[in-house]
T-cell receptor, first 116, second 116 residues
Framework: GAVVSQHPSRVICKSGTSVKIECRSLDFQATTMFWYRQFPKQSLMLMATSNEGSKATYEQGVEKDKFLINHASLTLSTLTVTSAHPEDSSFYIC????????????FGDGTRLSIL | AQTVTQSQPEMSVQEAETVTLSCTYDTSESDYYLFWYKQPPSRQMILVIRQEAYKQQNATENRFSVNFQKAAKSFSLKISDSQLGDAAMYFCAYRSVLNNTDKLIFGTGTRLQVFP
C-alpha cells in the first residue's frame, strides 16, 4: 500500500523546453505532495509543498514562476519546469502524505531531468 | 530551524559484520519523528526505519535498529549482519509534529559500501 508513481522516470530535453513531471498516488489520497530536488552526490532539498486544491508553498530561493506546481486532485500533483536550462538538470522526487502525522511519506521513483 | 547532520560521508563494512551510521539533529521541539531512508543506485528512496520522539524504546526492523538518544539529539542506525544489498546512500531525516507541515529535513547522507 501507499504507492506513489512518478512519470517520466527519465527525460532529456533541449534548453528552453518546458518539462512536466507527474506524481500520482495510486492507492491513497495524498492531501499533500512534496517536491524535492537532488543534485549529484548531494542531499534532497525541499522545493515546495503542494496541497490539494490550494496554492503551493515554495521554499526560500525557489522561483515559483520557474517551477509551476499544480495539485488539482487528491491523487495527482504536477511540477512543470518552465524554460528549462542546463542548471535545472537534477533528480526530482516527490513523496506524498495523507495528512496523518503518524504515517510516513512514500516516495515515487523520481525523475532524472537532463537539459542539454 | 531544525537541522540534521551526518558526519560520515562514507562508511564501509565487511559482509556479515555490523556497522553504525551516525546522525545528530538540532531542534527546540519536544515531539517529532526521525527516519532513516536508503537510496540505492536506482535513486529510489526506501524507508528503513522510523522513530517517534515520544517513545523511549528504540525502533527495530529486522537487521536494522536505532540508538535514539533524545537528550543528546542523536539517532544512529545500526545494521547487523550486513549484506551486499545494503550498499547504498543512507539519509537521516527529521519531521516536525508541532508545525503545520510534514516536510522532511534531510542530512547530507552517508555512502555505505559493503565488501564481500
Amino acid at each position: 500500500g501507499a504507492v506513489v508513481s512518478q512519470h517520466p522516470s527519465r527525460v532529456i530535453c533541449k534548453s528552453g523546453t518546458s518539462v512536466k513531471i507527474e506524481c500520482r498516488s495510486l492507492d491513497f489520497q495524498a492531501t499533500t505532495m512534496f517536491w524535492y530536488r537532488q543534485f549529484p552526490k548531494q542531499s534532497l532539498m525541499l522545493m515546495a509543498t503542494s496541497n490539494e486544491g490550494s496554492k503551493a508553498t515554495y521554499e526560500q530561493g525557489v522561483e515559483k514562476d520557474k517551477f509551476l506546481i499544480n495539485h488539482a486532485s487528491l491523487t495527482l500533483s504536477t511540477l512543470t519546469v518552465t524554460s528549462a536550462h542546463p542548471e535545472d538538470s537534477s533528480f526530482y522526487i516527490c513523496p506524498g502524505g495523507t495528512g496523518c502525522r503518524n504515517q510516513p511519506q512514500h516516495f515515487g521513483d523520481g525523475t532524472r531531468l537532463s537539459i542539454l | 530551524a531544525q537541522t540534521v547532520t551526518q558526519s560520515q560521508p562514507e562508511m564501509s563494512v565487511q559482509e556479515a559484520e555490523t556497522v553504525t551510521l551516525s546522525c545528530t539533529y538540532d531542534t527546540s521541539e519536544s515531539d517529532y519523528y526521525l527516519f532513516w531512508y536508503k537510496q540505492p543506485p536506482s535513486r529510489q528512496m526506501i524507508l528503513v526505519i522510523r522513530q517517534e520522539a515520544y517513545k523511549q524504546q528504540n525502533a527495530t526492523e529486522n537487521r536494522f535498529s536505532v540508538n535514539f538518544q533524545k537528550a543528546a539529539k542523536s539517532f544512529s542506525l545500526k545494521i547487523s549482519d550486513s549484506q551486499l544489498g545494503d550498499a547504498a546512500m543512507y539519509f537521516c531525516a527529521y519531521r516536525s509534529v508541532l508545525n503545520n507541515t510534514d516536510k522532511l529535513i534531510f542530512g547530507t547522507g552517508t555512502r555505505l559500501q559493503v565488501f564481500p
